[in-house]
């Protein structure tokens, strides 16, 4: 609903598109039971240009044309990785399999979500890096902007590994975005932006964030330690990981740039380390699942095929149980990094 109230908004009343008020009105003439209740609008405002066909539709068809476009990017996205990564039957089977078990995936289509356009996004950020496509990684990269804390991931790993053709790229397109969200809403517009996105960030109780229902480090450190500490060990813990993430993702010198296991490694820590993302972000998934079948060969093991599955599964409990149960996701992830980390331990000591 969200989604649709931005087109709408953007439409009609772009001066007003992060006022929340009138779009609390939207939402009201389309499920008056919602009452003061307002499923807020925070993507950036060039994303709303995106969206005005929406707007040009009654909402319960806007929503049908939004689940289709989600299938054609679902299957698209699934498409790329069996093509690309050269997995074969087998592994083929079990990816699909593993993203019908995808609780994230079910919660995406019901809601309409954006998580599909993302998934997307980072496979052709992933896929064109690694295939020396460095003006395309650029250019995903940069449209990944539409959702600001899945963007700054991928900027980092160009980064580190010197990618300045990408990075120029990258720049240009979110330089051309700026130019739309100004043109579209005014410096007003954009002010008006960044206060409702640092609500958001803030997890504001009006808007209904709830940073303790996500699926990342954050909701974990918010689970287990009181409000005096738990910022500052999420903060702690992210910083880690995003060295992690430098540290697995310098290339620069490996003839076939960044391998499977690292962007496994990388994947893992990227949904953990941003700080808004609920279960329907974990379509996300899908990534490191595809390199996992594609990294255990080609005879799939069962047991690795039935661990995807059941993990793809653990936000469903989340969400029976919630808020008795912490987030299962960022353990399960923090295990298998941690796992990671011993074995590359033990395999430097016996090369040493």
């Not at 209740?37 to 240009?49: E, R, T």
């Not at 010197?162 to 720049?171: D, G, M, N, T, Y």
């Not at 609920?278 to 390199?291: M, N, Q």
């Not at 996701?329 to 980390?341: E, H, K």
Request: aromatic fraction near 12%.
């Amino acid at each position: 609903m969200s989604l649709y109230t931005g087109a709408k908004l953007f439409w009609t009343n772009r001066s007003a598109l992060y006022n929340l008020e009138q779009q609390r009105l939207i939402q009201e003439s389309i499920d008056p039971s919602r009452g003061d209740w307002v499923l807020p609008f925070f993507y950036p405002p060039f994303f709303a240009a995106f969206l005005v066909p929406l707007a040009w539709l009654r909402f319960s068809a806007a929503f049908i044309v939004m689940t289709v476009i989600n299938i054609v990017l679902l299957a698209t996205t699934i498409e790329l990785l069996v093509r690309r990564l050269q997995l074969n039957r087998q592994q083929t089977y079990w990816l699909v399999l593993t993203t019908l078990c995808n609780y994230g995936v079910h919660y995406g289509l019901l809601e309409g979500q954006t998580s599909f356009i993302a998934l997307l996004l980072l496979t052709l950020f992933m896929l064109t890096l690694r295939e020396s496509g460095f003006a395309s990684s650029g250019i995903w990269s940069g449209f990944l902007f539409f959702k600001p804390q899945l963007a700054g991931i991928p900027l980092l790993i160009l980064l580190s590994n010197k990618k300045w053709r990408a990075l120029e790229w990258a720049f240009l397109t979110l330089g051309l975005f700026a130019l739309i969200s100004l043109v579209g809403v005014g410096a007003d517009g954009i002010k008006d932006y960044l206060a409702l996105s640092a609500q958001a960030a803030a997890g504001d109780d009006y808007l209904r964030i709830e940073p303790e229902g996500m699926q990342n480090l954050r909701a974990l450190t918010y689970f287990f330690f009181p409000a005096p500490w738990r910022d500052a060990v999420w903060w702690a813990g992210t910083i880690v990981l995003v060295a992690l993430i430098v540290a697995r993702s310098r290339a620069s010198e490996k003839p076939n740039g960044i391998f499977f296991a690292e962007w496994i490694t990388i994947a893992a820590a990227l949904i953990l380390v941003s700080p808004h993302l609920h279960s329907h972000d974990l379509t996300l998934l899908i990534i490191p699942f595809a390199l996992v079948l594609k990294q255990v060969g080609e005879a799939v093991i069962p047991l690795v095929a039935l661990t995807l599955v059941i993990v793809g599964v653990l936000p469903l409990i989340n969400t029976i149980a919630y808020p008795h149960l912490p987030p299962l996701i960022p353990i399960a992830l923090l295990l298998f990094l941690g796992a990671g980390f011993r074995q590359n331990s033990a395999r430097s000591r016996l090369s040493g």
